[in-house]
């Protein structure tokens, strides 16, 4: 491709597609929801939920508590509060019912300016033995060798370390904002980039032998994936941001690692480092600040550069943002760069994997895992 890459914006203030070369991400929530804790325990016929609900900011919810369907889907939720207020200290429900033999499905939920919100689906079974449900186990990654190339830590010529993450403590599913923070869970509950995902991290996000996991699969018709939004949000204006990863090869997911503005104004640029679809190569990309017309922005390089090698195996990607340019290395070796497309403003860090823009929804049959080992980020210091 010879010409200039654009991107058009198709849903203001929500998600983006292109033309081109690249995805513009799902913009986060201005809150973000979570649960943990969420056990029920049968006693011959009564049931007793329990769950914690927390947001990143303080909010008066609705309703929220726990919801629960018959195995024929008929609402059989648990009483639900109303004019709740969460916030990240977090707020513990219990409550109690009598129901007929049967499976049923529980859920935490929150209804808040009339939307919705559920957690993460477990199950009961009432009419046997006392039992307790437990949380869907997680998923065993297909991939799992130690990586050879360990996190650096320290600073480095021209950069100054400021975040890190190893990824050392272990986390269920459903469990990575409790252990790493809320910004790990990063978007929830709404759609991603193409329309065709759903932003759902307690059902994809894990953490095992040191790599962060996402379980990329569909679950009642809807492809489920994950961003998480790494050092809680934080912007920077110039940066060093490296990433160790893998991935299976998945048809119809993708991924676009990025530096998104603080702003939430995408005027002021983009820069996708690495992108593509899963198991294959990956490009890069960088949007020209201040060319955002009727829904569209110019990104360079003008000629797409792919790596080397697939994403199947561990690969480290490098993106070097300074006043003057922007560069992108994929296992210390330079793949591309630009002197035009260089934002001057703060820039958050995401990890976005998502549905392919182009195309139907991945077949229901596809699953696999996108793998990180650790993550690290620099502020410039020349």
């Known amino acids: 491709m010879n010409s200039t890459l654009i991107r058009t914006l ?11 070369v690249s995805s513009a991400p799902a913009f986060a929530a201005t809150n973000t929801f979570s649960s943990s804790g969420t056990t029920a325990s049968v006693s011959k016929n009564t049931v007793t939920v329990k769950t914690t609900l927390k947001a990143t900011r303080a909010i008066t919810a609705q309703l929220a508590g726990i919801c629960a369907r018959d195995r024929n889907g008929a609402d059989k939720d648990f009483t639900l509060k109303s004019r709740v207020v969460l916030s990240p200290k977090g707020i513990t429900f219990t409550a109690s019912q009598k129901l007929s033999n049967g499976t049923y499905s529980y859920f935490p939920c929150i209804k808040n300016s009339n939307k919705w919100w559920n957690g993460a689906t477990q199950k009961f079974t009432v009419g046997s033995t006392t039992t307790t449900s437990t949380p869907t186990p997680t998923p065993t990654p297909t991939q799992n060798p130690a990586p050879s190339t360990a996190m650096p830590v320290g600073d480095l010529p021209g950069w100054k370390q400021n975040y890190k993450q190893d990824f050392t403590q272990p986390a269920a599913l ?4 409790n252990v790493y923070g809320m910004s790990m869970r990063g978007y929830d509950g709404f759609n991603d980039t ?14 095992s032998n040191g790599n962060l996991n996402y379980h990329l699969h569909t679950e009642n018709g809807t492809p489920l994936v994950a961003t998480p939004v790494l050092n809680d949000y934080a912007g920077q204006k110039y940066g060093r941001y490296s ?5 299976d090869t998945m048809p119809g997911y993708k991924i676009a690692f ?5 702003s939430d104004n995408w005027n002021e640029g983009e820069i996708d480092w690495p992108e593509g679809s899963l198991g294959e190569k990956m490009r890069p990309a960088s949007a020209v600040p201040g060319t955002y017309n009727n829904g569209s922005m110019l990104f360079q390089p003008e000629k797409e550069y792919f790596t080397p090698t697939d994403s199947k195996g561990w690969h480290t990607a490098t993106t070097e943002w300074t006043p003057t340019g922007v560069k992108f290395y994929w296992d210390g070796q330079l793949v591309a760069q630009t002197d035009k497309a ?5 820039f958050r860090w995401a990890l976005q994997a998502e549905t392919e823009l182009t195309g139907s929804k991945p077949d229901p049959s596809v699953a696999g895992n996108l793998q990180v080992d650790w993550a690290t980020s620099y502020s410039y210091a020349p």
């Open 10 to 20: 198709t849903v203001a203030g929500l998600v983006a597609s292109v033309v081109g």
């Open 174 to 177: 459903g469990q990575v904002g």
């Open 194 to 207: 193409s329309g065709k995902g759903l932003y759902a991290p307690d059902k994809v996000l894990s953490v």
């Open 243 to 247: 990433v160790r990863f893998r991935s």
């Open 258 to 262: 990025l530096l998104w503005p603080s």
């Open 342 to 346: 260089v934002p001057q403003t703060n």
